[in-house]
């Protein structure tokens, strides 16, 4: 009867063991940067863990890591390439009436005939 019961607790521990990975669990952390594959969401590239925004792009080279819409500025002005009209010119982002000169140097940004 002792014997049936210490073999009952012994195969019980064996399970339980297994069940919580307490076993020959070994976390990598294949691309070295210090964060491991489990909790990397970029396991292959040692300069991203982490992506806020859920867009695909690492917050370390999202421009705007809480931004889905966005993950480039070219010219820094602080608008996103997707919504900026002129993203290779960091004075202009807008051109409300759309004749091809931006809001900030276009004397009148509402009327196309006129800049
Ligand atoms: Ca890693
Ligand atoms: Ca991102
Ligand atoms: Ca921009
Ligand atoms: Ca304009």
Do not use: R
């Amino acid at each position: 009867m002792t014997k049936k019961i210490i073999v009952v607790v012994g195969i019980s521990l064996i399970l339980a063991m297994g069940l919580c990975g307490c076993v020959d669990e070994v976390v990598e952390d294949t691309d070295g940067d210090g964060y491991n594959n489990d909790v990397d969401l970029f396991p292959d590239d040692s300069t991203e863990w982490e992506d806020t925004d859920d867009d695909g792009y690492g917050d370390n080279s999202d421009a705007f890591p809480t931004d889905a819409s966005e993950h480039l500025d070219s010219d820094g002005d602080g608008v996103g390439d997707n919504v900026d009209v002129f993203p290779d010119d960091p004075t202009e982002w807008v051109d409300s009436d759309g004749d091809g000169y931006g809001d900030n140097s276009d004397a009148f940004p509402d009327d196309p005939t006129q800049h």
